[in-house]
């Protein structure tokens, strides 16, 4: 059973647009969700975060939504440059305060931004 | 660099063997995690210790065993390995107050 889903394998943008990743979860017990971003041969690198009680956070270029009623995140990065170009993944969480739970991914996006 | 380091980078050994992965945590942060990423199966949480206790337990199986020692750093025990067990295999860590966990380079295990 796929608690988080992204259902787009790959997404290819122009440099210089936006580029979106969709993230589905079915688990409402979720309520702190990341994104990190991996290139090949090195580990996932945190990249943005958000709690359930919000929905929106941004940090720079990237800006992640949520839609708690649709069980829906999205990432946005503007403007996309040639080194986001990367696997995405989105990741969830139920944490319930002291001490951290475990991580559920999806099973990533991997974006190429062109030049 | 997230300050998260495991040793060693690749591991190449026969199935029925026995390996040990090492992860030493970011300065300060007391929880450790174990992930298994597969081919097919994506990233799958194994393991987490805080301050030297065993705290959840995912998708690990018998044959694993891991441990967090009073300095911190953590090992990931893999025995009677099999083809299958072949994966890149990933500690993270974090501070004990919040979500956010910091991943390590990974260690590369081949079964021959």
């Known amino acids: 059973d796929q608690q988080v889903k992204q259902n787009s394998p790959s997404l290819s943008v122009q440099e210089g647009r936006i580029s979106i990743l969709n993230c589905d979860y079915t688990?409402?017990?979720?309520?702190?969700f990341l994104w990190y971003k991996k290139y090949p041969a090195e580990g996932p690198t945190f990249l943005i975060s958000?709690?359930?009680?919000?929905d929106k956070n941004e940090d720079g270029r990237f800006t992640v939504f949520l839609n708690k009623s649709a069980k829906h995140l999205s990432l946005h990065i503007v403007p996309s440059q040639p080194g986001d170009s990367a696997v995405y993944f989105c990741?969830?969480?139920?944490?319930?305060?002291?001490?951290?739970?475990?991580?559920?991914f999806g099973k990533g996006t991997l974006l190429t931004v062109n030049p | 660099d997230s300050g998260v380091t495991q040793t060693p980078k690749h591991l190449i050994t026969a199935t029925g063997q026995r390996v040990t992965l090492r992860c030493s945590p970011r300065?300060?942060?007391?929880?450790v995690y174990w992930y298994q990423q597969s081919l097919d199966q994506g990233l799958q949480f194994l393991i987490q210790?805080?301050?030297?206790?065993?705290?959840a337990k995912g998708n690990i199986l018998e044959r694993f065993s891991a441990q967090q020692f009073p300095d911190l750093h953590s090992e990931l025990n893999l025995s009677s390995l099999e083809l299958g067990d072949s994966a890149l295999y990933f500690c993270?860590?974090?501070?004990?107050?919040?979500?956010?966990?910091?991943f390590g380079p990974g260690t590369r295990l081949t079964v021959l």
């Open positions: 993270a860590s974090s501070v004990a107050s919040g979500a956010t966990q910091y």
């Open positions: 688990n409402s017990m979720f309520d702190y």
């Open positions: 958000i709690s359930s009680i919000k």
């Open positions: 990741a969830a969480s139920v944490n319930s305060g002291g001490s951290n739970y475990k991580l559920t």
């Open positions: 300065s300060g942060d007391l929880s």
């Open positions: 210790y805080y301050n030297g206790e065993e705290r």
